[in-house]
């Protein structure tokens, strides 16, 4: 590996403050070398520095909050996912889980959990058995009520050729 790809694995990975010593200690790269590559990734943003004197840095976004509503137990919704499952649905026009679940690369499952709690929310509908994203101005109460059953509700709508009206 290179120093670059070690010190950027070394920022990737490093959760806690650290300095130049720090980097030099973990990585074995020369401290003369490490300024330079340290201003690409302050640059990149991928690190901050914190503190001028001695000069302290640390990992952006080292912390990743979850949205702490359950649906299930253990189960909770990462707002990240959330975006990346709506974004997914207005690229193409799916009508099962499956699809869906091939798609985003996840399990039918989690697929069905997200669409239940987005759908009780209205932020996604059911027309003509394909799945639309109707407004993303809900989904921070993703998980806060959730309609058990209510896709299987969808479907006997579109079965009778009439739709969930959203205002």
């Known amino acids: 590996m290179t120093d670059k790809e070690l010190l950027y694995n070394f920022a990737g990975q490093y959760n806690r403050p650290f300095t130049l010593e720090t980097m030099a ?13 340290l201003a690409e990734l302050i640059k990149t943003e991928k690190v901050k520095q914190i503190e001028s004197n001695p000069a302290i ?23 990240r996912s959330v975006h ?8 193409g ?6 699809d869906i679940a091939q ?14 709690a987005l759908a009780s929310i209205e932020v996604i509908n059911l027309v003509g058995y394909v799945y639309i994203v109707v407004s993303r101005k809900n989904v921070p109460k993703i998980g806060r009520k959730v309609q058990k059953g209510i896709l299987g509700q969808l479907r006997n709508l579109n079965k009778m050729h009439a739709y969930r009206r959203i205002d």
Request: with cysteine; aromatic share 18%; proline share 3%.
């Open 84 to 91: 990346q499952l709506l974004d997914i649905l207005e690229q």
């Open 25 to 37: 200690a973990f990585t074995t790269v020369s401290i003369e070398s490490i300024p330079p590559i």
């Open 103 to 116: 798609a985003i690369n996840r399990s039918r499952q989690w697929v069905y959990i997200y669409l239940e």
């Open 93 to 98: 026009k799916y009508k099962s889980i499956r």
């Open 57 to 79: 840095y640390v990992r952006c976004n080292r912390y990743h909050a979850t949205l702490g509503y359950q649906h299930y137990k253990g189960w909770s919704f990462d707002l």
